[in-house]
Structure formats: C-alpha cells, structure tokens
C-alpha cells in the first residue's frame, strides 16, 4: 500500500467510526458528513493503491464504490429518492460483478457461494420481500428482487475468487443489506441502524483490501 492509501486508510477510518456513533446516537446531521465522506475516502485508497488485479479489476472496482456512495448520498435523502439509491448501489454491485469475474475463478467456491446466497435468500430475503408485498410501497417488488438478485451474483462472485477478503467483504455486505431490509421492510431493531453501517463499511473495506491481495 502506498504512503497516500495509507494515510487515506486511516482517515476512512476515523470517518467510519464517527459515522457508527451519529448512526447508533441518531444524529443524522453528523451523518450527513460522515456517511459520504467515509466512502469518499475508501476511493481515494482504491485509486491510490497498487493493485495486484488487473486494471480492468481495478478500474471497474472503483466504480463500484463510486456508485454506492452515489447510495449513500440518495438514501440521506426523502423517501422518494429511495429506488434511486437502490438504482445505483444496484449498478455498483454490477461493476463489483465484473471485476471479480474477470480474475480467476473456482468452480467449487462459486458453488459454494450459490449455496451461500440460497440459504439467505431462503432465510432473510424471501421474508423482506414479502414484508415488501404487504407493505405501504408494493410497487418496490421489483426493485428489490432485481437488487438482491444483483447483490447475490456479488456474493457468489466474490466466492468465485476464494480471495478471504473478496469473501469477507462481499459477506458483510450482504449481511448489511439484509439487515437493512429487515429494519425498514419488517421488524425495525433496535441496533438495526449501527448494525448497517458497520457491516457496510467493513464490507466495502474487504472488497477494496482484495485490490491488494488479489
């Protein structure tokens, strides 16, 4: 990692850790900065890095990222901005798919993964989705099956790779927004929205920690 990933890693994470507080305290004016600032400097490392992918891993990685803090900024906003940031986390997941599968991949841990995303789909998702259905907003249906059928080729993407932190990353990620779900779609939990956070931005960490781990 260079001098200037480095430095930026540690200013994503003092970001992120300021942002858990303001999300588990609800301080959404803090949040305001510190949401889109985490990120904004987690692609500042992934620009800066030496990556031991390859450039097309590397530059679809960081679109990635600069379509889910395109999230992260539309989710701050009113509700009706919400299919839009579920739109571009959507489109970030696919330039996370495409990075991933242009590295080497095993057949076995794809299915791994495919077996991963199964029982979450079985366990949590298919619940959200009914939440969904006989909720207040029936016409989200086919957003969210579009996005968490996305975010799963994500998770078994990053399996494919048998990279641990490609593997950690996606995971969290997954479990970040399957909270989520629950939280909005279901039963909202107590720590739901710390639990989010936390697991969102360790994830994203993971994934950008595979650009130099490969």
């Known amino acids: 990692m260079t001098t200037v990933a480095g430095a930026l890693a540690a200013v994503t994470a003092v970001f992120a850790v300021v942002d858990w507080w303001a999300a588990a305290t609800d301080r959404p004016h803090v949040r305001h900065v510190t949401k889109p600032a985490t990120l904004l400097a987690l692609i500042g490392v992934a620009v800066t890095v030496d ?65 991963v995303v199964a029982v979450g789909i079985a366990v949590v998702g298919q619940r959200v989705v009914r939440g969904v259905a006989a909720g207040e907003h029936r016409q989200l249906v086919g957003p ?33 927004d399957a909270t989520l779900g629950w939280n909005r779609f279901l039963t909202p939990l107590r720590w739901g929205p710390l639990a989010v956070m936390v697991t969102y931005h360790l994830g994203q960490v993971g994934l950008v920690a595979w650009l130099v781990t490969g």
Not at 97 to 110: G, H, L, N, Y
């Open 51 to 115: 990556p031991t992918v390859s450039s097309f891993s590397h530059t679809a990685m960081v679109v990635g990222l600069v379509f889910s803090l395109g999230g992260d900024v539309f989710l701050m906003l009113p509700e009706k901005w919400f299919v839009a940031g579920l739109g571009s986390f959507l489109v970030g997941h696919i330039a996370y798919v495409a990075a991933m599968q242009a590295a080497p991949t095993s057949a076995s841990w794809t299915l791994v993964g495919l077996a």
């Open 144 to 176: 969210v099956i579009a996005y968490l059928t996305v975010i799963s080729a994500m998770v078994v993407s990053a399996f494919g790779t048998e990279a641990p932190w490609a593997i950690a990353g996606a995971s969290l990620f997954y479990a970040s």
